[in-house]
């Protein structure tokens, strides 16, 4: 009887260990939230996010529905930064309370990021204590939400508290303190100076009370890069451009390393959208996919900056032109490449007669495509056409007729797994 009581405790030892064990490799959809979940796993379960405007603006949080949700998760978002800005209210429990549930029920991890304006702006005891009575009321009222919710404490320091290091130190202690009265074991995060920047993640003083359940938000090219901005300059991709994403990650690295407290990236956007909009979707995606390459070498997880510059969230649709900046974040670089190729097209530069039954075709090059297709037939709607493959971007067309008009137009090709993907055509010219 004894080996059988035995017996059936291990079995039941066992059975339980299935359902609290939350591997580091299990996603936020597979884990409950019941139990803390550990900072290295939860950097791990992060993986690419957006920044969200449900609760920053009054906009935001009557146009939310739980579709832009499932839409996220279908596009394989992981998680949100949901931005507040707001007092605490019934109100905003409220809008809060519906995001984070349909995020929970979707398998989205939701982070409450605050703005902390006041605070921000003076630097004040006074401010400060506010933060922390924002964030008492805030914890009080999510002690027992799921352990996937966490708490990123505020949203970039202003150039009046860039000044002032101490205080945010002063801030970070004084909060967590405070939040962990009611959850002990919740994810915190706190954020350095000068635009949360990795290269004053040193200067943070971590907590008293961060009770091994402490990260840190850093982030870089939260507006974008820069054509002229030698501190985020962006204009082909050279190894200078490169290294100065590369150096910053590598600082959040190192600070990993010596503190052993996980980081994320909280924003950062492809496109300069507020400060002249002057990169092309194609630039954008040629910029994501380094970015996205170099976090994921680095096993950084990070959000993007924003997500109305993405969603089309009173329609309830992706933002068509934007597509393939998605697909480069999201899902994959093949899948961006062929969306801007599938609706990219060349031009027929340069039609040269070399005698009455001869001319040279010449057109502009596409990127990423690995040879053309030239048409050519007597009918403008290409009946009874003749298709010439080229690997260049001029092509002699002979034995033309004389007196005969020949209409010409040209699309580029590339492979993707095995397939051949086609451009847009060209607009049509005419040899005479």
């Given at each position: 009887m004894r080996k059988f009581t035995t017996k059936l405790l291990l079995c039941c030892l066992l059975v339980c260990s299935l359902f609290v064990s939350q591997p580091e490799t299990a996603k936020a959809d597979t884990i409950n939230g019941i139990q803390p979940i550990l900072p290295v796993q939860y950097q791990k379960l992060l993986g690419k996010g957006m920044d969200v405007d449900w609760s920053k603006t009054k906009k935001g949080q009557e146009t939310f529905h739980k579709t832009i949700v499932k839409d996220f998760k279908n596009a394989g978002i992981n998680h949100v930064r949901i931005r507040v800005k707001d007092n605490v209210s019934q109100d905003l429990f409220y809008h809060l309370d519906e995001q984070i549930r349909a995020c929970l029920e979707a398998g989205i991890i939701p982070i409450i990021a605050y703005q902390a304006n006041g605070f921000k702006n003076s630097a004040s005891d006074e401010d400060m204590d506010k933060v922390v009575e924002w964030w008492s009321?805030?914890?009080?009222?999510?002690k027992n939400e799921s352990y996937l919710l966490s708490f990123d404490m505020m949203i970039e320091c202003t150039d009046a508290l860039n000044k002032q290091p101490d205080k945010l130190n002063e801030l970070y202690e004084k909060v967590v303190t405070a939040i962990r009265q009611t959850n002990p074991t919740r994810i915190l995060m706190m954020s350095p100076r000068v635009r949360s920047d990795a290269q004053y993640l040193s200067e943070l003083k971590v907590p008293t009370q961060a009770n091994g359940y402490m990260m840190a938000e850093?982030?870089?090219?939260?507006?974008?890069?820069?054509?002229?901005?030698?501190?985020?300059?962006?204009?082909?991709?050279?190894?200078?451009?490169?290294?100065?994403?590369?150096n910053k990650i590598q600082l959040a690295l190192e600070w990993q390393k010596k503190t052993g407290i996980p980081t994320w990236v909280g924003a950062w956007m492809a496109g300069n959208y507020n400060d002249g909009d002057d990169y092309s979707v194609k630039e954008q995606v040629i910029f994501a996919h380094f970015m996205v390459s170099e976090l994921k070498k680095a096993g950084i997880p990070f959000a993007v900056n924003a997500d109305t510059h993405f969603y089309d969230r009173e329609n309830k649709t992706w933002i068509k032109k934007m597509l393939p900046l998605r697909y480069c974040i999201f899902s994959s670089y093949g899948q961006a490449v062929k969306a801007l190729f599938t609706d990219s097209a060349n031009k027929i530069s340069k039609i040269t007669k070399r005698s009455s039954s001869s001319a040279v075709v010449e057109w502009t090059k596409l990127t990423w495509a690995k040879k053309y297709k030239v048409e050519i037939s007597t009918s403008k709607a290409f009946k009874n056409k003749k298709v010439y493959t080229v690997t260049g971007n001029k092509k002699t067309l002979s034995n033309l007729e004389k007196g005969t008009s020949y209409y010409v137009r040209v699309k580029g090709c590339y492979v993707s797994n095995g397939k051949n993907v086609y451009s847009k055509y060209s607009s049509i010219k005419v040899i005479k």
């Open positions: 009321a805030v914890a009080e009222h999510y850093w982030h870089f090219y939260a507006s974008g890069p820069s054509k002229e901005n030698e501190r985020k300059l962006w204009t082909t991709g050279t190894e200078k451009e490169k290294n100065l994403i590369r």
